[in-house]
């Protein structure tokens, strides 16, 4: 059964890191692009970044552009989030996500798969 399990949320101060992780299990993800997404209470779940199967290919949310950094470690089927300088307004539940054409996308529609979120909460 495929898996997709998001770790590393938390409590964290305004301006602080945090780093998430996402851990597939079931099948090998290493030609999958993966992609991070974010639903805070109320609004939509929107894009965050991305990631290309190899990794080259990056594509970032304008709201979090040079601070958030998205990398993959295909050795161990991991995507990785790491999140810099964090706003109050960052607070969200993170899902990651693969997409098995293994182009890089924006859209939820693209995503085959989908963890289970992880809640990031940033006081200011």
């Known amino acids: 059964q495929v898996q997709l399990v998001e770790s590393g949320g938390g409590l964290v101060q305004a301006g602080g890191p945090l780093r998430l992780s996402c851990a597939a299990s079931?099948?090998?993800?290493?030609?999958?692009?993966r992609g991070w997404f974010r639903q805070a209470p109320g609004k939509e779940r929107g894009f965050v970044a991305a990631?290309?199967?190899?990794?080259?290919?990056?594509y970032y949310a304008d709201s979090v552009k040079d601070r958030f950094t998205i990398y993959r470690d295909n050795a161990k089927n991991t995507v990785y989030l790491q999140m810099n300088s964090l706003k109050p307004e960052d607070t969200a539940v993170y899902y990651c996500?693969?997409?098995?054409?293994?182009?890089?996308?924006?859209?939820?529609?693209?995503?085959?798969?989908w963890g289970q979120g992880t809640q990031v909460t940033v006081s200011s």
């Open positions: 996500a693969a997409n098995r054409w293994g182009v890089p996308g924006k859209a939820r529609s693209e995503y085959h798969y």
């Open positions: 990631i290309s199967r190899n990794g080259g290919t990056t």
């Open positions: 079931g099948r090998t993800f290493s030609s999958y692009a």
